[in-house]
Structures are given as C-alpha cells and as structure tokens.
C-alpha cells in the first residue's frame, strides 16, 4: 500500500472530521491540492496548436482525442470563426450536455466506479465501526439496537412474488430482517473498505 500511501498521505486525524477532511482535501501535492490531483482529469496534454508537418498531422489524425481541420486563409475573419464555429458544432453533433471523457477513458489517477449516496455510506460505516468496538469490548452485537439508532426502516408486511399481501410479519421474521439487513450493511462497509486499500473506489 506503499503507493496509495504515498497518494493519500496520513489520514488519521483527531480534529471535527469536516475540518480534518478540508485540510486534507486541499493540501498541495506537486502544486494542486490533493484532491484534484487525485480525483479530476489530468490538463489537456495536447491543446489546440498548428499542425506544420506530415508526421505532426499523422499523430493528430490517429489520436481520438483531437480533430484535424484544413481552413482556407482566403476569407475574411468573420467568415472563416463561422466555418469554424460550424465545423466544430458538427465534430460535437449530438455530445450536448454529454461529457466528452467517460469512466472507460478517464485519465484520473482513481475514478469513481459507483455513484455512492453520502447517507448510505454513513450507514455503512456506523454499522461497521459499532460491531467493531462491541467485538474489541466483548459484547455481543445487538442488531435491534443498532437498526433503532440507525432508523432503520423494514417492513414489517410479508408480499408473495406475485406481490400480493401476505399479512403482517411475526416477531421472529422482523428480527430476521432487520439482522440480515444490519449484516448486509457490515458487508457492504467491509467490501468499501477492502477495496479503498487496493485503490478502488467506493
């Protein structure tokens, strides 16, 4: 983990967590703050330039992330930044409103797999870090507890796979559900977890 750590720099912190995590967000790394050096695009590595040889012109054509264009400098100004402004509107018919980079040909130096809700994480982590303590303390784990802390909601009405009412849920089968889901959350925080070591993210 000697790269990641070398990325992300210590975490740890013993301050408010919004605090801690702002400073850290925008700490600078090789001159940008860290945050945009781990997460955003790198800068555009080719901008817009003349093309003035074949082998310049070859590399711009075989590159997906450039457009080669021939203007005429027989026009006037006016006319030729409309040729342009057209030709342009054309290379991007149908991208409106669309990033032009996708996850596939993302350059970031770690990208997003999943879209995560902020609250279910919070969830995750709150479940995780409570059977954690409980298990260092040696006490046993009491889901009911942790699902009515969380505010956990889980029906208590049982539905068939043709979705028809099947009648209220005994006392027995709601504490099954609220287990599963509490174990499900303790999952789901350990795969997050397992995975932000290895780089990946959430």
Do not use: C
């Not at 342009?84 to 996850?103: D, F, M, N, T």
């Not at 990208?111 to 954690?132: D, F, S």
């Not at 942790?146 to 504490?175: F, H, P, Q, W």
Request: glycine letters at 6%.
């Amino acid at each position: 983990m000697s790269e990641l750590y070398k990325d992300f720099g210590d975490v740890r912190y013993e301050q408010q967590p919004h605090i801690a995590f702002e400073q850290w967000w925008h700490t600078l790394v090789d001159g940008e703050a860290r945050g945009a050096y781990l997460f955003a695009e790198p800068l555009l590595e080719k901008g817009m330039r003349l093309v003035e040889d074949l082998d310049d012109a070859k590399d711009a054509i075989d590159d997906p992330t450039q457009a080669l264009i021939s203007i005429p400098l027989n026009v006037t100004r006016l006319k030729l930044m409309k040729m342009v402004k057209r030709r342009i509107e054309a290379i991007y018919q149908g991208k409106q409103g669309v990033e032009a980079r996708s996850l596939k040909s993302s350059k970031a130096r770690y990208i997003p797999h999943t879209a995560a809700r902020q609250e279910t994480l919070k969830r995750q982590l709150r479940v995780y870090k409570q059977r954690r303590d409980w298990e260092q303390e040696g006490k046993v784990f009491d889901n009911a507890r942790v699902a009515v802390e969380l505010k956990l909601a889980v029906k208590t009405s049982t539905i068939d796979r043709s979705g028809g009412y099947v009648g209220e849920m005994s006392a027995v089968e709601y504490n099954r559900a609220v287990s599963n889901k509490i174990s499900k959350l303790n999952s789901q925080a350990k795969s997050i977890i397992k995975n932000v070591g290895k780089g990946v993210f959430p």
